[in-house]
């Protein structure tokens, strides 16, 4: 029996990536599950840690925001149990072992790695022992790291997808750097996709275009929504949107066609041939 590659069953996966948006409170978390579905994302992205084991202490600033952003393990317990019931894909990003192994045991249908992580192969190890499709996001990364951590899933036969990304915070359009998409596509028989740091939907709309299959934008709960990664979110308009322009590229791309089509009918009788 051949294997089917898990993401060659995704169409346009949109991904709405929720971080730490919920400024660690579960009753905005599942607004933004809310606000995900309501504009056709097929998925809703958590990031799962233990604080300590994700920064040390000596960053204060940034330690103390994620402390205050972190969400205790039964609370995605609920955000799981809700995306079920909204009938949304929930997954996570985690960042220690207990991490991957609590979404292991909601039975997540993949995981996603951060650009930061992609050369922690103490992480790494955790996630390939799941056999779990796995997204991972290239940001900062060599090519080194990025051959060497898509032959470590191909050994394995994992499925992975590969994130063309640039972990700017915002990141400006003329620093998107697209053309990594089908550089990505040539070297690499995965599925290419982009996580997108500026604060629009230009990009990801541009990257579609190219090939990248799964998009994956930041969303926050409205304009008025203070959170940590607001430069860089956009909201469920924007997200209804970006589906919106991603459906009708799918559309405009279709199928080639020569000859006569249907739509060419009625233009059929100024042709002339000639002979010659």
Known sequence: MVKVNFFDSLNNFIIAEA??????????????????????????KFQTYITEKRIKKKYK????????????????????DYCKHRKINFFSTPF?????????SLNVK???VASFDIGNYELINEILKTKKPTIISTGMASL??????????????IDLALLHCVSSYPCKDKSSYLSNINFLKKRFKCEI???????????????NLLGAKIIEKHLKIDEKHKCVDSPVSITGKQL?????????????LKTASF?????????????????L
């Open 193 to 207: 996709g982009i996580s997108d740091h500026t604060n629009d939907i230009k990009i990801p709309i541009y990257g």
């Open 259 to 275: 000859g006569i089509r249907k739509e060419e009918r009625g233009s059929k009788i100024f042709r002339r041939n000639r002979i």
């Open 110 to 112: 993949l995981f996603k």
């Open 240 to 252: 209804r949107a970006l589906k919106i322009e991603i459906d009708n590229i799918k559309m405009i």
């Open 61 to 80: 600033k940034i330690f103390n925001i994620l402390k205050k952003c972190e969400l205790k393990f039964n609370d995605f317990k609920i955000i799981n």
């Open 19 to 44: 971080g730490i948006n919920h400024n660690g409170k579960i009753k905005d978390a599942l607004k933004l599950v809310d606000v995900a579905k309501k504009n056709g994302a097929s998925a809703i």
């Open 144 to 157: 080194d790291e990025i051959d060497k951590v898509y032959y470590t899933f191909k050994k394995k036969k």
């Open 96 to 104: 220690d072992k207990e991490s991957v192994n609590l979404l292991d």
